[in-house]
């Protein structure tokens, strides 16, 4: 009676345990064919044109875990856990990381904040919300060469509850290194910044401060200047009115202390606006502009596009869009968010899109996304 006893105390108790944790599996796989035409030649002495399958246009492809147990008090244990693929080849988005996108564990109380430690997006990914193509391939990233979207390391982050309306999040990463900004004995350096968002049934507001650090010598800045190690300033805004929403956002991001002449930009000003329309319960179109002035020379450049999605389903979506990228005459930024640099094929091994200086690239993609 007493083992009876015991091993009926032990499984009621396990099944206590599993009653108060809870873990998902959670994705997003999204594929297409997309056209770009404008794209460099391999010696970029001239301009081609490319039909592709391509994973990703509308949105990243990925897959993750994440889970809470209850600790009482209304606090939980929270864990996510998430990596992106290539729908096409199947290839992980990032070579030697499984979860390139999160790996966080932390605490989590809807009174007091949510608080992680781990990788995560970085903090300037929080202009998605504000993005009427939501960081897609051809977006907010492109003209500042993917500088809204990268992800972060060793970081320690903290997101208030809301408080009439205001929330604050914070993000703090380290470099890891014996120098606190970074000294080129680890893959990054510092990174880190703050954001305030303000919620209101018509209107929603937000402002970003961020900075990354160079992690050679713990400079904001690189041999791209101010694409890859600066700061960063964002004020944007979303208004709803009804079946629509407009939206928009200005940047300013700003290298220093660089010491390569007029080698690249050290400053980007960057702006974008849009709407979206709700047309029916299934299907909205999108109308966007995305515009960036770069210092030193490197010219300016403006993207146009429009795009749309068709539900059908609350899980599968049709989607396209179309763009143009048009370039002042000394600017070569492309659709996609190129590296720094002219175009073509780069140290014989690499291709780089970017159109010749004062070129244009136009695109057009299609595609279906499903999440699960």
Do not use: C
């Amino acid at each position: 009676m007493k083992k009876a006893g015991l091993a009926a105390a032990l499984m009621s108790a396990g099944v206590m345990a599993h009653a108060q944790t809870s873990v998902t599996l959670y994705g997003r796989i999204d594929a297409g064919i997309e056209y770009i035409s404008g794209l460099p030649n391999n010696s970029y002495t001239g301009s081609t044109s490319r039909w592709r399958a391509q994973s990703g246009d509308w949105g990243t492809s990925l897959w993750g875990l994440k889970g809470a147990e209850d600790l009482g008090g209304g606090t939980k244990a929270v864990f996510q856990l998430e990596g992106s693929f290539d729908a096409m080849s199947g290839g992980s988005g990032s070579a030697g990381s499984i979860w390139n996108r999160w790996a966080t564990v932390g605490l989590a109380n809807p009174e007091y904040g949510t608080f992680l430690l781990g990788r995560e997006l970085f903090i300037s990914n929080g202009v998605w919300d504000f993005d009427p193509f939501g960081q897609s391939n051809w977006s907010s990233a492109s003209l500042v060469r993917g500088r809204n979207w990268p992800q972060s390391s060793n970081n320690v982050s903290y997101q208030s509850p809301s408080f009439a309306g205001f929330d604050v999040y914070g993000q703090f990463a380290l470099s890891n290194a014996t120098n606190w900004n970074g000294n080129g004995t680890t893959p990054q350096g510092r990174e880190g910044g703050l954001q305030i968002t303000y919620t209101s049934p018509v209107f929603q507001v937000r402002g970003i401060y961020d900075e990354i650090r160079n992690s050679a010598d713990g400079n904001l800045n690189g041999a791209d200047g101010a694409f890859s190690f600066s700061r960063e300033y964002t004020a944007a805004v979303n208004v709803f009115l009804g079946p629509f929403k407009v939206q928009g956002a200005y940047q300013a991001i700003r290298a220093s202390r660089y010491a390569a002449g007029a080698a690249a930009p050290t400053s980007l000003d960057h702006e974008w606006g849009g709407i979206t329309w709700q047309a029916t319960p299934k299907a909205a179109v999108i109308a966007a502009v995305y515009h960036v002035n770069a210092n030193n020379g490197f010219g300016n450049a403006t993207i146009y596009t429009l795009g749309g999605s068709y539900n059908l389903s609350k899980r599968t979506l049709l989607d396209f869009q179309i763009a143009q990228v048009r370039n002042s005459k000394t600017a070569n930024f492309g659709l996609d968010a190129n590296a720094f640099g002219p175009g073509g094929t780069v140290s014989g091994s690499s291709y780089n899109e970017n159109p010749l200086p004062g070129h244009q690239q136009t695109g057009f993609y299609a595609g279906i996304q499903h999440v699960f």
